[in-house]
């Protein structure tokens, strides 16, 4: 089974910054982690950013001009690195990825931004 391993989250003020990242367990052939997603506490689960096997990206508004979000193919393994954090990013992020027509979901991470 295709396993997505998240890491990066945690406590931070309002400002400050956090990487996150989403590799697979061990190198997948086929398997494309595209993008991130968060849900806050109560909230929908909503996209954050997104990357295309040939590297072209998007952003939800929220997240525009603060975030980026990268990959490194050989490892098998995206990022998403988030300045100038706000209150209102602290939520659970998830990577997502595709493989071969399924979606699989990384276990989640907190980010708690205070203020």
């Known amino acids: 089974q295709v396993q997505l391993v998240e890491s990066g989250g945690g406590l931070v003020q309002a400002g400050e910054s956090l990487t996150l990242s989403c590799a697979a367990s061990e190198y997948t052939l086929g398997l494309n982690i595209n993008g991130w997603y968060r849900q806050g506490f109560g909230e929908q689960r909503e996209l954050v950013a997104s990357?295309?096997?040939?590297?072209?990206?998007t952003y939800a508004d929220s997240a525009k001009g603060r975030f980026t979000i990268s990959g490194d193919l050989a490892k098998n393994t995206v990022y998403l690195q988030m300045n100038s954090l706000k209150p209102e990013d602290t939520a659970v992020y998830y990577c997502?990825?595709?493989?071969?027509?399924?979606?699989?979901w990384g276990q989640g991470t907190q980010v708690t931004v205070s203020s």
């Open positions: 997502k990825a595709d493989y071969y027509g399924l979606i699989f």
């Open positions: 990357i295309s096997p040939t590297g072209s990206t």
